[in-house]
């Protein structure tokens, strides 16, 4: 590895920049320009070019990420003890689609194989989904899908895998309260997703809150006739028919059967590109996710839009500082007071809970090089990539067409990813600084290390290096591609993801911003 002094920095404008030696650099390291570290600082974390004056900016992306509390001058360690962070932009006299860049050259010939659905849909993975009305059942769910796996899935070779859909959610709530929309419809959506083939399986208590009927409504499913009658494929446990604990595992074994016929019988056939629908994430981040992993992420989601595929990013507090950038980038001006709109609602959410964006920044963040969530969002928005935002989803709203849009959801990995899930993703990129095992079992997750240490570190955890960009291997264009076509190869089942390799998987999170009784 290269021992030179070396430092990135974002932008000519900038009055700092990162030190991107493994390790970090010493006090006195000296880089080539003449400027000498007035004391150690770690890799990620920034360095003053210049004096910077008490109460003067601190720039990163020609953005001010905070202001100087006392004086700094050039060559010391800027961390986040000596900035105050800016205040919230505000959400009044933005730029409303007033971005008018040239059309993306459309990508054609790109295809890979999917599972075509009755609605049209296609899956990257032929998965029986079990969706839970309440958390009551999942001992038992989890216990028949233990078996389901054992027993029968070697009769069915062409079904990937069986997943017990459990949540927190669906009793001791208020379930009539205004914002209970929002899980249910999360539930309900993620029911549907595209992996599942329209099996929906529904294993019920019986007394719950949230009952099948209410969670899945007459013509909520639009893929298939469950049962030949209209009605729902229900196993309620406090059903009189259930005379002891194997009594309920043998009824969801048994139905779980009549699914995984249809499944088997599917095929995978080749599709365009188009057809991907990607939710892009972040988790675990550092100061070099805006450098590497997140721009990287960026132009392939332009492939992607280019390929007439759906894009989808999100993490609301991740994005807010940069609002003003989406909105801009909006194609209409109704699009553009949609994120408007889902701004101010997770600010008020946040209001009620007496907290600020400025509770996002994890420790991890912090340590990674990021000083507060300004720094923070300016590098997770460019996952986002360039092109026109054609729409903005609420939390568990359903993709109405393709694109790329703003997906609104809090920056929770977990929640973030059930919600991208309700969404109609059918398959997930999660960038990762700081290192994170995360995983969902509905849809593969390709992860992408910002850093070589990371990716050398945690070899069969990572499925791209971004760090090679840092390093000066490679292009974010190289890597940008380089992620595309793997996408194509891990869509079509081709390639498995490391996470899917381990079967590692978090459980779902539904956003329940009501009240729990």
């Not at 962070?85 to 059309?103: F, I, Q, R, V």
């Amino acid at each position: 590895m290269n021992s030179t002094p070396r430092r990135i920095r974002m932008h000519e404008a900038d009055n700092v920049a990162i030190v991107a030696n493994d390790g970090g650099l010493a006090e006195g390291a000296a880089f080539e320009d003449g400027l000498v570290l007035r004391e150690r600082v770690p890799q990620g974390h920034k360095v003053a070019l210049a004096d910077i004056p008490a109460g003067g900016e601190v720039r990163r992306y020609d953005v001010v990420i905070g202001r100087a509390l006392k004086d700094i001058r050039a060559g010391s360690w800027v961390h986040e003890r000596l900035l105050a962070m800016p205040e919230a932009a505000s959400l009044e006299g933005l730029p409303m689609a007033t971005a008018k860049s040239a059309p993306l050259a459309p990508l054609e010939g790109y295809t890979f194989e999917g599972y075509r659905n009755a609605d049209g849909s296609v899956g990257t993975r032929n998965i029986l989904a079990i969706t839970q009305t309440v958390q009551c059942v999942a001992g038992v769910t989890d216990f028949a899908v233990d078996r389901i796996r054992k027993e029968l899935l070697p009769r069915y070779p062409n079904v990937d895998d069986v997943v017990a859909l459990e949540h927190g959610y669906g009793c001791g709530v208020a379930i009539d309260a205004p914002d209970a929309v929002v899980p249910i419809r999360t539930l309900r959506n993620i029911s549907l997703n595209p992996n599942f083939g329209g099996e929906v399986m529904v294993v019920s208590l019986g007394c719950e809150k949230l009952q099948p009927e209410r969670l899945l409504p007459p013509g909520s499913i639009p893929l298939v006739d469950q049962r030949g009658d209209g009605s729902l494929d229900v196993v309620r446990l406090q059903d009189d028919a259930h005379v002891g604990f194997m009594s309920m595992v043998e009824s969801i074994m048994r139905q779980a059967e009549v699914h995984l016929k249809k499944l088997d019988a599917r095929r995978r056939e080749t599709v365009p590109a188009s057809e991907l629908v990607v939710g892009v994430q972040c988790g675990g981040s550092d100061a070099f996710s805006g450098v590497t992993a997140n721009p990287a992420v960026g132009f392939c989601s332009d492939l992607l839009v280019r390929a007439g595929a759906t894009v989808m990013f999100s993490e609301t507090t991740e994005v807010r500082d940069g609002v003003a950038q989406l909105t801009a980038r909006a194609t209409t001006p109704a699009v553009a007071e949609a994120v408007v709109r889902e701004m101010a609602w997770y600010d008020a959410y946040l209001q009620r809970g007496s907290v600020d964006r400025s509770a996002n920044t994890a420790p991890g963040n912090k340590a990674g090089g990021l000083s507060n969530i300004v720094e923070k969002a300016m590098g997770s928005i460019v996952k986002s990539g360039t092109a026109p935002i054609s729409g903005v989803l609420a939390p568990g709203e359903k993709l109405p067409h393709k694109g790329l849009f703003y997906a609104a959801t809090p920056a929770s990995d977990f929640i973030c990813g059930t919600l991208q899930l309700a969404a109609g993703m059918n398959l997930h990129v999660f960038t990762t600084g700081r290192g994170t095992p995360y995983g969902l079992a509905e849809v593969p997750v390709i992860k992408v290390a910002t850093r070589s240490d990371l990716a050398r570190r945690w070899h069969d955890l990572m499925d791209v290096n971004a760090g090679v960009i840092a390093d000066g291997e490679a292009t974010i264009e190289d890597v940008g591609w380089q992620l595309f076509r793997l996408m194509l190869e891990v869509a079509s089942g081709r390639r498995k993801t490391w996470a899917e390799q381990w079967k590692l998987h978090n459980a779902l999170v539904l956003f329940n911003p009501a009240p729990v009784t």
